[in-house]
């Protein structure tokens, strides 16, 4: 089986104030139906993540983000369907109520809960970071 190109992929890792963040789950018709993952997709031609990041989630969930930031964190995965490499983004701020448009699932995680199950494996990496992150965010609202 030959190798398909590296496709890039923009990830939003939406967090609210008190450190829960957003998880979807994917759509049927869709490799890995029902596995868990943070919301976004693909970038198109001449499309900075930040860019495909933004059009995705209005796509996706129906929000508009207000403010990012790039996370220094990269996977690249081989599925069986696909290579991808992942960028992630905090995304602290937005408007709209995150919502199904793509008759997915939504799920807030919050600050020691268990990750949903199953999630998809180029994003298992990440979960501890993510955690990590939380429990450090969360300390620094306590300190304030």
Do not use: C
């Amino acid at each position: 089986m030959t190798q398909s190109a590296l496709v890039d992929v923009a990830v939003g890792i939406i967090r609210r104030p008190d450190g829960a963040v957003l998880m979807t789950s994917r759509p049927l018709g869709k490799p890995y139906a029902g596995y868990w993952e943070f919301p976004g997709g693909k970038l198109e031609t001449k499309e900075s993540s930040t860019q495909a990041l933004s059009r995705e989630l209005s796509e996706e969930i129906g929000i508009s983000i207000q403010r990012s930031s790039p996370v220094a964190w990269q996977i690249e995965h081989n599925y069986a369907h696909a290579k991808v490499r992942l960028f992630f983004h905090w995304v602290t701020q937005w408007s709209g109520e995150p919502k199904s448009l793509e008759k997915q699932q939504t799920l807030w995680v919050s600050l020691g809960d268990a990750w949903p199950y199953p999630v998809l494996p180029a994003t298992l990496p990440l979960l501890d970071k993510i955690k990590n992150y939380r429990a450090s965010a969360e300390m620094e609202y306590l300190v304030r």
